[in-house]
């Protein structure tokens, strides 16, 4: 036995073990993401990415706001609208995660459930977990 290096090919593989594995467990299939973003004066002041992951799970990848556009509604008209297609979509679930100085109070005033978390006191950080069910 000995520890290599994968290459990008060797790294397919392997996802595609995975996938043939999970299949056994996993009965239905789903695609699909959210790409949504905030316009101002031509700019991107905001804007969130999402994909559905497997059982009907959106997984929230990315969301941010710029300074001057927090605490005006931005991020919470990003959430509502992904909430949304999520369920157009045929999602069930909606998951993400967060540091401490990001958006911790934020998931939880719209409703979304810590899971877990950690921290890391020597490097100054924790990291949090959220679940939101949503309905059909």
């Not at 593989?13 to 009965?27: C, H, P, R």
């Not at 905030?38 to 706001?65: M, N, P, Q, R, W």
């Not at 045929?90 to 911790?104: E, M, P, V, Y």
Request: hydrophobic share 35%; proline share 1%.
């Amino acid at each position: 036995m000995k520890i290599i290096d994968l290459n990008e090919k060797q790294i397919e593989i392997v996802e595609n073990k995975l996938s043939a594995f999970d299949e056994n467990y996993i009965t239905y299939k789903m695609d699909g993401s959210i790409q949504i973003g905030i316009e101002e004066d031509g700019k991107i002041v905001a804007g969130l990415d999402a994909c559905i992951t497997a059982f009907k799970i959106l997984y929230v990848s990315t969301v941010f706001v710029d300074e001057d556009y927090r605490r005006k509604g931005y991020g919470k008209y990003l959430i509502c609208e992904m909430e949304k297609r999520a369920k157009e979509m045929g999602a069930n679930t909606i998951r993400l995660d967060t540091f401490s100085w990001q958006g911790k109070e934020f998931y939880e005033a719209l409703g979304y459930e810590i899971v877990g978390s950690y921290e890391n006191p020597t490097d100054g950080y924790a990291e949090f977990f959220f679940l939101k069910r949503i309905g059909h």
